[in-house]
């Protein structure tokens, strides 16, 4: 027998597996909403960033190509969910803002995130939650 440990010891393994089920879920809850888990992160932030965020600031959060994240706030700003605007303090940017109905079916959005997050991490204490978040936001946003 092998003295290395197996697969489903490997921390990589095991975040993507992870990644792969809660997405899935999330994905299939937003479903009647027409969002997806892409979707659903630009429109979260532009909700967060309620005066407008770049799209350049969009693709570094969410970890995504700026095309991909262009082609994203294209299909939300076709449903009426973001507008784009001017960046006052720089007119080469554009701004990524929530509509009113953006706010609307984020509300909606976020519940449905919450009760698959509720039951994917339902076995989990609390406190050991945080520290999964703290260590994940370490990893994700290394030096932040």
Same mark, same amino acid.
């Given at each position: 027998m092998s003295s290395e440990? *197996? =697969?489903t010891d490997d921390l990589g393994f095991l975040l993507s597996r992870a990644s792969g089920a809660v997405a899935r879920s999330v994905?299939?809850?937003?479903g *009647? =909403?027409?969002l997806r888990v892409r979707?659903?992160?630009v429109l979260a932030l532009a909700v967060e960033h309620d005066t407008g965020v770049t799209q350049r600031s969009l693709a570094a959060v969410v970890g995504l190509d700026p095309s991909?994240?262009?082609a994203l706030?294209?299909?939300l700003q076709d449903r009426g969910l973001v507008e784009r605007a001017a960046d006052p303090n720089d007119r080469r940017n554009r701004l990524v803002r929530p509509t009113a109905e953006g706010r609307r079916v984020f509300a909606e959005a976020h519940r449905l995130v919450?009760?698959?997050?509720?039951r994917h991490f339902a076995q989990v204490p609390p406190e050991r939650l945080e520290a999964f978040r703290d260590?994940?936001?370490r990893v994700a946003f290394p030096g932040a």
């Open positions: 440990r *197996p =697969l994905s299939a809850a937003l *009647p =909403l027409g979707s659903y992160s991909q994240v262009v706030v294209d299909e919450t009760e698959q997050d509720d260590v994940l936001r």
